[in-house]
């Protein structure tokens, strides 16, 4: 699944990045005419520095060209292709290749959203220690307890505010060495906000998930309206940035040094996809296949594999600030990456497997002589 969804996800990005980049150098060369910039203001914005005209004398047939692919692709859509797009393609092959997980946008619950849907993820339910996730525990607890040093408060189930910044409960909760001593410390079923730093805001912190603690400890994270609104600009500023990153002078490069920005920019949506949660199921799987795919739309492949016992979304969640998740990731992750274009090569992914019944038959297939 991921191969395939990573592949798709590959080839309509470069389409995109293909239109942008033409854009991008007839913008320099000035042959695009400054009134088309007024229709053009929800498109992703690219540096202008328009000159000149289509009839000035310094048209050529290859900015013809351009200009038609421009056209082209204004036509289908794909200029104004935003975040949520690209993700959908890894979300439709998530949802075939795993047809009873419940796998939607949580916007798309109604009722729940409004309510406040989150995603639920235990790493102790009682007694009992979730083998998945169990292995966050302690570092989970850890961000907990400087969450509430900085703070000096969490919440109660009820949403009220526990003061923890008199009688020595801070001393007795910085000391702490499991979750059981931490609910001892605070006395009652609470919660408290992990800090998610913008970069398309300056200063503004979103919300990122929550560590709960009552009968089980846990991480959920809410999707309420205001902060999927957050969140939905933080990520379409991300992939702007991203777009911006690849599609200028540097367009189309194979070499591995001039495409650390372009890494980078792809590590930054990556963390604001995780820190989002917004699928009911499968945020992490769909994440991880968009950063493959958008990888490959940049030359670059993973020939690796995540490192045993890491989770890449728990390091995103856990980490305040994109730059401190990209220090976590790079060390395993760009040694793995070598600058390939085969990919190129390949049959369009979109047209080759149109229905449902064709993308099901190629999950489905097996070599005999892999077998």
């Known amino acids: 699944m991921a191969g395939l969804a990573a592949i798709e996800i590959a080839q309509k990005v470069s389409k995109v990045w293909r239109s942008l980049q033409a854009e991008w150098r007839n913008a320099k060369k000035g042959t695009l005419k400054s009134g088309k910039r007024a229709r053009r203001r929800d498109r992703i914005n690219l540096p202008s520095q328009n000159r000149g005209g289509a009839g000035c004398s310094t048209s050529s047939s290859s900015e013809t060209s351009a200009s038609y692919i421009i056209a082209e692709d204004r036509l289908s859509g794909r200029g104004r292709i935003s975040w949520q797009d690209i993700y959908s393609v890894a979300v439709k ?149 991203l777009c911006n990153t690849f599609c200028g002078e540097n367009y189309g490069s194979t070499d591995f040094g001039v495409l650390e920005k372009m890494r980078d920019a792809i590590l930054r949506i990556t963390y604001y996809w995780y820190n989002f949660m917004p699928l009911s199921r499968g945020t992490a799987a769909v994440g991880f296949v968009v950063l493959l795919g958008l990888l490959l739309a940049a030359n670059m492949e993973f020939t690796g594999s995540i490192p045993k016992g890491l989770q890449v979304d728990w390091e995103a969640i856990l980490n305040f600030h994109p730059n401190s998740f990209t220090d976590s990731v790079k060390s395993w992750l760009y040694p793995s990456l070598n600058v390939s274009t085969s990919w190129k090569e390949y049959p369009d992914v979109m047209s080759t497997l149109s229905t449902t019944a064709s993308v099901v038959a190629a999950l489905s297939h097996c070599d005999d002589q892999t077998a």
């Not at 008199?166 to 906000?193: H, P, Q, R, T």
């Not at 503004?204 to 009552?214: D, F, S």
């Open 93 to 241: 092959w998530r949802q075939i290749s795993e047809p009873c997980d419940p796998v939607v946008w949580v916007n798309k619950l109604s009722e729940e959203f409004n309510a406040g849907f989150g995603s639920h993820t235990p790493m102790i339910l009682g007694q009992a220690k979730v083998v998945r996730y169990y292995p966050n525990y302690e570092r989970t607890l850890d961000v907990a307890k400087t969450i509430i040093k900085e703070k000096a408060y969490v919440r109660s189930k009820t949403d009220g505010i526990i003061d923890l910044s008199k009688d020595g409960k801070l001393e007795e909760i910085m000391n702490a060495k499991s979750c059981s001593d931490l609910y001892k410390a605070v006395g009652e079923d609470f919660w408290l906000a992990t800090g998610c730093n913008s970069t398309a805001l300056e200063g503004k912190q979103l919300e990122g998930t929550r560590i709960t603690h009552g009968y089980d400890f846990a991480i959920r994270t809410p999707c309420t309206p205001a902060r999927w609104e957050d969140f939905d600009e933080e990520m379409q500023a991300a992939w702007e940035n």
